[in-house]
């Protein structure tokens, strides 16, 4: 029995990914692979797989397109969206085509760069981007608060990921202008948006165990989708989401199978980057060789 470490970060929305995982853990069920689940900080996914430390891991989209080299992509399960996400949302306090700063939180690098990609190809605008820890509302690295008086903690724009813009969500008072970075993409491209994706070290994407490990990724996430109702009932209050607003949130905005469009929206993004970028587009093999697992 080979062992298999899965990395990944226990949010409402990757939970119809993981849920029940950690019961195979040690036991062998899957094929033969021992599988073991690892909670990481988002940030920290990509560099655990390419360290080692996780076999695979559910990282941020943008790790393929920074460590080509080193990872590919195992199409077993994705967080994607195709249209409004809800919980990657630009808040401005100026029109959008007046930002010169966003202060962006610091759990989705993907998001960033989006972020970064959406407003020049929209407003052709190059805001400093601004690394935010928005749960304590302090700039990385400064340990001060963001405004410049009690009380004022919100920045003039703020880039907000994840379930904090449910949970924790700015006042929508001081921020009348807002984009939804989700449903911008589709509008400009017409392509779903990929935000994680399922990786392994590309030295190691022929291994039996990373291939056993791409199976069980993707019966789980099969076996969860038929089983979402329980899954939002079970998890959106442990997260503290209103029951309907998951509803809305895991069963029709996001999505987590990945397909033909889904493939072609991932190499969409990474021209973009490389465009904004001033690079040459490459079209390297992202793709793991299990690469029939996963996809429809």
């Given amino acids: 029995m080979e062992h298999c470490t899965i990395a990944a970060v226990r949010y409402l929305n990757t939970v119809p990914l993981i849920e029940g995982l950690d019961e195979l ?58 249209g409004a996400t809800m919980t990657v949302r630009l ?23 989006l972020c970064r990609v959406l407003l020049n190809r929209l407003f052709g605008i190059a805001p400093r981007m601004v690394e935010f820890d928005a749960r304590e509302r302090v700039v990385v690295g400064v340990g001060a608060r963001s405004g410049s008086g009690p009380g004022d903690e919100w920045p ?14 700015p006042p929508a008072v ?42 069980v990724l993707d019966r789980q996430r099969r076996h969860n989708l038929t089983r979402m109702e329980w899954i939002i009932r079970e998890h959106a ?20 199978t990945v397909g033909d469009a889904e493939k072609a929206a991932v190499a969409r993004f990474f021209a973009e980057i490389a465009a904004l970028e001033g690079k040459a587009a490459v079209a390297p093999d992202y793709w793991s060789r299990p690469a029939a697992v996963g996809v429809g």
């Fill in 156 to 169: 003039p724009a703020l880039l907000l990921i994840g379930d904090k813009v449910v949970t924790d969500s």
């Fill in 174 to 215: 001081r921020y009348p202008y807002q984009l939804d970075l989700g449903k911008a993409w589709k509008e400009l491209t017409g392509l779903p948006f990929v935000y994680a994706m399922w990786m392994c070290r590309r030295d190691r994407a022929e291994r039996e165990n990373i291939a056993t490990a791409a199976m």
């Fill in 237 to 256: 209050p442990r997260h503290r989401w209103p029951i309907d607003l998951a509803r809305q949130y895991l069963s029709g905005l996001l999505r987590f």
């Fill in 25 to 82: 853990g040690g036991t062998g069920d899957g094929g033969g692979v021992g599988v073991e689940l690892v909670l990481a900080a988002p940030s920290r996914i990509g560099a655990m797989v390419r360290a080692g430390e996780a076999d695979v891991g559910l990282a941020s989209i943008i790790e393929a397109s920074d460590f080509a080299s080193e990872l590919v992509l195992i199409p077993s399960g994705m967080i994607g969206c195709d």
């Fill in 91 to 113: 808040f401005s306090s100026v029109p959008l085509e007046e930002i010169t700063e966003v202060y962006a939180d610091t759990d989705s690098r993907t998001s960033v760069v």
